[in-house]
């Protein structure tokens, strides 16, 4: 019996199992350790590339706001950063780059959220397979040219019900609506994906009881599913709010605080690709303005981001 308990791992006195053997390898893997490796310098060279961004935008926004006042930015609305005299109201730009995000999220939002319901809950397998990649290639098209589709082919259809656009060669709305173009098929897709993860025990439970599948797809699905459509949300409007060459295109660069469909504005993306043109003089005002810009667009993106966080870790479903 003593060689038995021995065998099978166990102390004569106690009976009690003894602790198991490792179960790495005794020999090293160098290439395991090589892939660690790759993967660490990965995650370095990120951290790295954002801190490196930080510092470039930081150092001439802090000789920025050394010569204009943070009252002078952040709340007066004349902007005019190349005139003489300058002007540096920001509060015009921000209204710009708000009313074209605003448009393109009206747009993108309830539709790329119906999509995702017909992708998830009614779409057959071949239906899928076929609609589905058509979307995601939408995502890939080049913004310049949905900028060029938008001046060329979206304004004169929208004329005809807008008699408004007739009278200015930019819109913010016309711009909004190809951003929204552009960031539907984020929306879609990441929505479509957290609702099939939904466990499918939920949807038989509510067709059990009688639901009809609208009332699944809208009452059991999608509050279920609502932490990762809320990050497809927040990260369609970060992605909406830092678009530049459609707002370049469509939207024009006259900085006004309207919030109209066929006002035309200036969004900060556009004002930082019509200015950072190297035409201007390294350690200027107005070279310190376009870092200044960048900044606040960082924050306003990093602050979208942080909230994004709170709202998924607040209503995220965890299933076994």
Known sequence: ME???????????????????????????????IIKALLA????????????????????TISFFGEVSLTDFFFHSDWAPTFSPATFGVLSIV???????????????PIGLMIAIWLSEYASPRGRKIVKPVIEVLAGIPTVAIGLFA???????????????ESTPFAAGVAGIAIGLMITPIIA?????????????????????GA???????RVVFPAAISGIVAS?????????GETMIVLLAAGSQATTSFAFASPVQTMTAFIGTTATGD??????????????????????????VVAIRLVRRFREVYE
Do not use: H, Q
Request: net charge neutral.
């Open 151 to 165: 001046i060329t082919a979206l304004k004169p259809f929208l004329e005809n019900f807008i008699p408004a656009l």
């Open 280 to 305: 201007i003089g390294t350690g200027t005002i107005t070279y310190d303005t376009i870092f200044a810009v960048g900044s606040l667009l960082f924050v306003m993106t990093l602050a979208m981001n």
């Open 3 to 33: 060689a038995s308990d021995a065998t099978i791992g166990y102390s004569g006195n106690s009976g009690a199992a003894s602790p198991p053997r490792s179960l790495e390898a005794s020999s090293p893997r160098y290439g395991e350790k």
């Open 189 to 209: 897709s990441i929505s479509d994906d957290a609702m099939r993860s939904v466990p499918g025990g939920l949807r038989e439970a509510a067709y059990g009881l």
């Open 212 to 218: 009809t599948r609208m009332k699944v797809a809208t």
């Open 95 to 109: 209204i710009g780059t708000l009313s074209t995000t605003l448009w393109g999220m009206l747009f993108a939002v």
């Open 41 to 60: 310098a990965c995650a370095i060279v990120s951290v790295l590339t954002t801190t490196g961004i930080v510092i470039s935008l930081l150092l001439p």
């Open 233 to 241: 949300i927040v990260l369609a409007g970060s992605r909406a709010i």
